[in-house]
């Protein structure tokens, strides 16, 4: 898929992972409409890339209706989606004093997979309407999902839940679009150097990327960014989670 002239979506798109990819793929000539709740971060980065925003919740079906019907509308249609909205939560199963809270799992799940679902499922239909490239391609869509998929932590268990979700759909929504030329991916960061882990002292995020065997360092947002473009580029990536973590596998605690 050409990224040049393509009409791109990306759900949260203003800050973090999006925000990087939102840059790389304006950079790269696609027409870049950003999808966020934080309505000035995102039109502050649309006006410095030259884009679209569109104030809006992943896991409300208006909203992003809305933001794909923005993106859809260059010439060429919607092309390219990422979906790099997402909320973390630690809390284990059960304690002395009681249970998980049933409220804040149900919210992750709604959050991280059920809007991942639905950018994924409005994004790829509206790519239906596009006019096959020479590979019979009409599109892609990547989604995010976490290390924590595969090595959930203690305490991680809505997180993990959420992420390997969005892992476990992957293959299934790719096979449903194949006979469509539309290809669905998913990219699984480690340990990124984004506003989450900002918060934390320079000690204690240095530390976490000493224990990275290689590189031994925080990824970048614009290393996720990277692999966004090359999963665009590549026809032969589909229906697959890419791990983006320098060999990283999380210990328990």
Same mark, same amino acid.
């Given at each position: 898929?050409e990224?040049?002239?393509a ?8 800050? /973090? ?6 840059r790389?793929?304006a950079?790269?000539g ?12 995102g039109?502050?980065l649309?006006?410095?890339?030259? /884009? ?6 992943v896991t409300?079906?208006? /909203? ?6 923005r993106a859809s ?8 989606s ?5 909320i973390?939560?630690?809390e284990?199963?059960?304690r002395?004093r /009681?249970?998980?809270?049933l ?7 709604k959050?991280?997979?059920?809007g991942t ?17 020479e590979e019979g ?8 999902a976490?290390?924590?998929a595969f090595?959930?932590q203690?305490g991680?268990?809505?997180?993990s839940?959420?992420k390997?979700g969005?892992?476990?759909m992957?293959?299934?929504a790719?096979?449903d679009m ?5 290809r ?6 480690g340990l990124?150097?984004?506003p ?13 990327g ?11 947002p ?17 229906g697959?989670?890419i791990?983006?973590?320098?060999a990283?596998?999380m210990?328990?605690?």
């Amino acid at each position: 898929m050409e990224v040049e002239g393509a009409g791109a979506l990306v759900a949260g798109g203003a800050s /973090g992972l999006g925000a990087a990819t939102s840059r790389a793929l304006a950079e790269s000539g696609a027409k870049v409409t950003i999808a966020d709740l934080n309505a000035e971060r995102g039109e502050a980065l649309a006006v410095e890339i030259g /884009g679209d925003f569109v104030a809006a919740n992943v896991t409300d079906a208006d /909203g992003v209706a809305a933001a794909v019907e923005r993106a859809s509308a260059v010439e060429g249609g919607l092309r390219i989606s990422v979906c790099c909205a997402g909320i973390g939560w630690a809390e284990r199963l059960a304690r002395t004093r /009681g249970p998980h809270d049933l409220e804040y799992f149900s919210n992750v799940v709604k959050v991280n997979l059920i809007g991942t679902f639905n950018v994924l499922r409005l994004a790829a239909a509206s790519m239906l309407a596009n006019e096959p490239n020479e590979e019979g391609e009409r599109g892609v869509c990547v989604n995010t999902a976490s290390v924590a998929a595969f090595d959930g932590q203690i305490g991680q268990v809505a997180y993990s839940a959420s992420k390997g979700g969005i892992v476990g759909m992957t293959l299934p929504a790719a096979r449903d679009m194949a006979s469509k030329g539309v290809r669905v991916m998913t990219i699984a960061p480690g340990l990124f150097d984004t506003p989450l882990l900002a918060a934390l002292p320079e000690a204690a995020r240095e530390s976490l990327g000493a224990g990275i065997p290689f590189p031994s360092r925080l990824g970048r947002p614009e290393e996720y960014a990277s692999m966004v473009g090359q999963i665009v580029v590549n026809p032969m990536l589909n229906g697959e989670t890419i791990r983006l973590d320098g060999a990283l596998r999380m210990p328990p605690k």
